[in-house]
């Protein structure tokens, strides 16, 4: 970073003269954009539209095991939808269980259970230590963290590499305290860097020697099949690197359909080792009497098989593909020599993050609203919403249609020239 | 009851010899009948098979405040869903909201959140307590009695009476002891005897001065419209009456659609003050990004409005009335003169509650499964599935066909007979 910083005085403040008249214009232009939540545009939606002509009144209505899929019971999933998710997956219909529309739901459900009666292997319920801490690779998802907040656990910050977590520092971390319980992981297109963890990542993970017996990775796969170029990211999987290891009961790991066909109304599932899943099926069956399994099934019948999925999957990128394009094009055209600010270009996912000068993010922030454009809170990327650089921008670029994408972009590196040439000028 | 009683011996010995005969002439029928759950039948379910219909790929897909049904927000529900439930339950939109498929998991999760974080007025989360209690009265809802031992709340048994539980005994214990923090009530057709509280019961409800600040009467409406007859018991509505007392925080209500159109992929319902509402809100809006509101406008499409649901609820009744009838039929044939055995004739709800001699429940339950027929476990009406007396059964009409279910019943009362005279030879 450099170019800005390089400018004299009298230059910069004739380029702050400049900008704020362009943002007085885009001021102007009443704009009504949000930037904020990785959200599938409306055209997207529309590919999974076909899903409601799949039932109808006449429709077969059994699982393949013969249950009737509109009365009660089936705890854990229709046996249909366990084969095709769990092929998907790549594990066994008896390591996965489907319940309810939203692995978020599912993920915070999974640490209440924790709360208040442990999981497998643990001594006690997490809720009965003093303190339980979980490790939060930061940058990172802002549910998650809220999760943890909600839930009074402490949560310590993790770098992220290019590759993944700090590995040294998880490593270190986990072996000598017991009260590390968990960790927060998107390990494909992480978000918000879209950053896919190395095989040796992986590998390290699957090799981790935690103090707590009772500790989990909370294996995020949120992103597994977005891919939005045919070469895209592999991400070695977890699940069988622990098995080899004989710590599969270590994971849990979570992923939806919710951006495959309908965020809210799809399919989430848990993906943990029989044992582990037994553990929590006794709580599941006092907390409900089974899923909507109509769903599950109207899902399976649309989906049909694992080919057919990453088929529909190409349409979904085919529509993101032009929008983080458009995004990356105008960061490049208009940050890219400024010295300002960094980015990543990731290959799926849903989020892009930048990086500004220190002290930066939340004035970037606030000036994209006031020409109204929302973007994820300034901090929302990191524990209690406290980034200690004030510098990670996540910018999710799925919702706006193209032409208000490019406009919200321009803006938006707008902002962070005003906001950097403030600041450099400030520290003048 | 006194007919079997006042046969000697002799002459009981004789009949007992007769029912083994006939026990044996059963048990080579094979049958494989299921009267244990409170499971609409598959008649039932076509009826609402059009529901399949009125969702197609060209639908509109918003709610009526604009939303796009398909993508994530709306936490607590779709506007079209709370209208029209709000409605049906004489509440207004902010009064009510719908998250998930089953009430079920809503009463559960209402309470692990009061567990971890209280409710609206207490002091510390319940959680936090050493023990808190709830007052259970019986014969009552198995499921609800799990909830409490799943979360470790003790649970003090409290009578039934004809006119719903027994006041004093509910008005004394809670106005002296504030670890008592909750009731379960299924106010009308109650499961299992089909009682309705009366209107005394409810305005001494919402009369209750209770000693903590944060009780709460969780009040599940799960028959609220489930009648039987044209002519159907009357429930005086607790939350106004609560109102007019100040007291309205003291309910969460839950109703569901469970029974209306499909078990486990259905709409369910919290109604409450706003204030409580929001208290959850805070929560829920960790544990979720939002309902599944396809599903919940799907409902509203189908369902129409108030008058339809009321019209909808008379073709189950159409369906469930003839075979309410041929079980009390069979039970006043068979045992009506037996002195063995007592029972309510319900004008609604799921379930008839019979109460054999003490010390036959259990007896009469394992001969039925020995024979092909399943029955709820005896106990199971009551906490820690110990039925002091052993002598409460509930039966579940509703799932098995009508020609099944007559000789279900013929079975079971055989087996009331049998186990009766076995009792009543043992205790001479």
């Known amino acids: ?34 930037m904020s939540r990785g959200k599938p545009a409306a055209d997207q939606l529309e590919l999974s539209m076909p899903m409601f002509d799949v039932l109808n009144s006449s429709s077969y209505m059994k699982t393949e095991d013969g249950f009737d899929l509109r009365n009660y019971g089936v705890v854990d999933g229709a046996i249909d939808a366990k084969r095709l998710f769990g092929e998907l997956m790549g594990v066994s219909a008896d390591e996965i269980i489907l319940v309810g529309p939203s692995s978020l739901t599912l993920m915070y459900d999974t640490i209440v259970r924790a709360m208040l009666h442990g999981v497998l292997g643990g ?26 907040q ?17 590995m040294d520092m998880v490593e270190s971390l986990v072996s000598k305290d017991d009260t590390i319980k968990g960790i927060w992981c998107v390990p494909k297109y992480s978000n918000p860097q879209g950053i896919t963890y190395s095989n040796e990542t992986v590998r390290r993970f699957a090799n981790l020697s935690p103090a707590a017996p009772d500790f989990r990775i909370f294996w995020d796969n949120a992103y597994c099949i977005h891919d939005l170029y045919d070469e895209h990211d592999q991400l070695l999987d977890l699940f069988s690197e622990l ?28 993906i943990a080792t029989k044992e582990n899943l037994d553990f929590v099926r006794k709580d599941l069956a006092v907390q409900t009497i089974g899923p909507d399994k109509i769903n599950q099934v109207r899902h399976v019948r649309f989906l ?35 010295g300002i600010a960094s980015w ?8 892009i993050a930048l990086n500004t000068l220190e002290g930066c993010a939340k004035r970037v922030v606030s000036l994209c609203k006031e020409a109204g454009v929302v973007m994820t809170a300034a901090g929302a990327t990191h524990p209690y919403g406290a980034d200690p650089k004030d510098s990670t921008i996540r910018i999710a670029p799925t919702y706006p249609c193209i032409e208000e994408l490019k406009l919200a972009a321009e803006l938006f590196c707008l902002c962070v020239r005003l906001a950097s040439v403030e600041k450099i000028l400030q520290t003048r």
Chains 1, 2 share one sequence.
């Open 1 to 34: 970073m450099s170019a800005y910083q390089e400018l004299s005085t009298p230059q910069l403040e004739i380029m702050l003269k400049e900008l704020r008249t362009q943002f007085a214009d885009f001021q102007k232009k009443g704009l009504k954009l949000d």
């Open 123 to 148: 001594s006690k319920p997490w809720g009965k230590y003093d303190k339980i801490k979980f490790l939060c690779p930061v940058p990172g998802y802002d549910r998650h963290f809220a999760i943890c």
């Open 150 to 166: 909600n839930l009074g656990i402490e949560m310590i910050p993790v770098d992220m590499t290019d590759t993944g977590p700090d």
């Open 344 to 351: 990543k270009k990731p290959n799926g996912g849903y989020f």
């Open 243 to 270: 098995k080899k290891n004989g710590k599969a009961n270590m994971m849990f790991m979570f992923a939806s359909t919710a951006k495959i066909t309908f965020p809210g109304s799809g399919v989430a599932m848990m």
């Open 304 to 338: 049909k098989d694992v080919n057919n999925i990453y088929d529909h999957m190409k349409k979904h990128a085919a529509l993101l593909r032009p929008k983080f394009e458009a995004v990356l094009d105008t960061l490049d055209r208009n940050l890219g020599e400024a």
